[in-house]
Every structure is written in structure tokens, then in C-alpha cells.
């Protein structure tokens, strides 16, 4: 099993809808939390990190932990189609490497 | 250009065949890492490496040789390519919480 879970997708919204994206990890000793951004045939980029439990936003990105229920979430409003990629959501441990989930694929249509 | 740089881009080689994909980039971290994207997977760790002259399996060693004998330097070795190692392979450095990725080399083994 995989310590950090998340739905494949793919996840199609219309221009301007929220979009939400979830995962569950498993590994209680994870300190940190990121969301990358993949475009086709590109490297992922780093879109946000959070450190323990709460809220961080970003312009129209807000990235949530809750370590109680070991539950990331990202949800990005007023979706556009520049936001269609794949998001990863990523956790490290201890030892500084990184635990990729499989990625969601977002489609937004204009 | 600062950054990270992998080489060559794409690449078909034959089964049985030694292949080394190149990685290289123009910071000091003192972490890189590399990983193979295939789908249904995400992002597997293939080895990683704390600093020039160590370096220690990650989740899918097998196959797959590294050496990194310079900072900037961390080239992966295919020693008798499969098919099952045909991917897209991906390096990355990092430096706190983020992690740098290259863009990508996509390699086919027939």
C-alpha cells in the first residue's frame, strides 16, 4: 500500500468552477505537505507547501491538512483551462524523501 | 541557464542494452533524487542521494545503477535494459522543502 493515496482521476470542471482535490496518507511520522503541478511532458513544479495542520492560501489556491484524520485537500476557484494538469500531492518523512501520490489528472473546460 | 538538466530527452535503446541517463544541475543541494513516472504509479523513487558519494536504494532499485562522485553530477545506469523499464524518468534536487525537477527523459527499451 501505497502511504500516500490519491484519486487518479481524471477530474473534468467547468471555466471558473471550484475545483478539489483530495489525498490520505498513512505515515504519522509526515511533517510536511505539497501540492505540484505537472503540465504534459513537463517536470513537476512546486504549487504549495504546508507544514502541521491547517489552512494556507494562495491567491486562488488553498491547500488544507488536517493530521487527526491524516487528510491533504487542495482547492483551486475560479478554475481555468491554464489550471488543466496533473496535481500531485506529496508528503516527506524524516528522512527528507519525498512521497508522491499518483497524481490527479484536472481538465478544465472553457 | 540555472537549473536542472537531464539528457537526452528521449531515447530508444534495445533490451539487453546498457543505457545511462545524465542529470545535472547548477546549484549546490545537497539531495537528488531519481524517479520513473509510468502510469497507474505516479512517481517511484528509483535511488537517491544525500550528498557526493552517497547514495541509497529508493523504492524500485532493481536494475538500476547510480554514482554521483560530483555535487552537481548524478547519472543513472540502466546495466541490461527490460522492457519493464521502459518509463519516463525524472531527476530532481532539493533543498529544503522543495524539490527541483528536471524535465524529464523518456526512455523506450524494444
Known amino acids: 500500500q501505497k502511504e500516500v493515496e490519491q484519486d487518479p482521476g481524471p477530474l473534468s470542471v467547468p471555466e471558473g468552477a471550484i475545483v478539489s482535490l483530495n489525498c490520505t496518507y498513512s505515515?504519522?511520522?509526515?511533517?510536511?505537505f505539497m501540492w505540484y503541478r505537472q503540465y504534459s511532458r513537463k517536470g513537476p513544479e512546486l504549487l504549495m507547501y504546508?507544514?502541521?495542520?491547517g489552512n494556507k492560501e494562495d491567491g486562488r489556491f488553498t491547500a488544507q491538512v488536517d493530521k487527526s484524520s491524516k487528510y491533504i485537500s487542495l482547492f483551486i476557484r475560479d478554475s481555468q483551462p491554464s489550471d488543466s494538469a496533473t496535481y500531485l500531492c506529496?508528503?516527506?518523512?524524516?528522512?527528507?524523501?519525498?512521497?508522491f501520490g499518483a497524481g490527479t489528472q484536472v481538465v478544465v473546460t472553457p | 541557464d540555472a537549473g536542472i538538466t537531464q539528457s537526452p530527452r528521449y531515447k530508444i535503446t534495445e533490451t539487453g542494452r546498457q543505457v545511462t541517463l545524465m542529470c545535472h544541475q547548477t546549484?549546490?543541494?545537497?539531495?537528488m533524487f531519481w524517479y520513473r513516472q509510468d502510469l497507474g504509479h505516479g512517481l517511484r523513487l528509483i535511488y537517491y542521494?544525500?550528498?557526493?558519494?552517497?547514495?541509497d536504494k529508493g523504492e524500485v532499485p532493481d536494475g538500476y545503477v547510480v554514482s554521483r562522485s560530483k555535487t552537481e553530477n548524478f547519472p543513472l545506469t540502466l546495466e541490461s535494459a527490460t522492457r519493464s523499464q521502459t518509463s519516463v524518468y525524472f531527476c530532481?534536487?532539493?533543498?529544503?522543502?522543495?524539490?527541483?525537477f528536471g524535465q524529464g527523459t523518456r526512455l523506450t527499451v524494444v
Open positions: 530532481a534536487s532539493r533543498v529544503n522543502t522543495e524539490a527541483f
Open positions: 505515515n504519522s511520522a509526515f511533517q510536511y
Open positions: 504546508t507544514y502541521s495542520s
Open positions: 506529496v508528503s516527506t518523512d524524516s528522512w527528507g524523501k519525498l512521497q
Open positions: 546549484w549546490s543541494h545537497s539531495y
Open positions: 542521494s544525500a550528498a557526493a558519494d552517497i547514495t
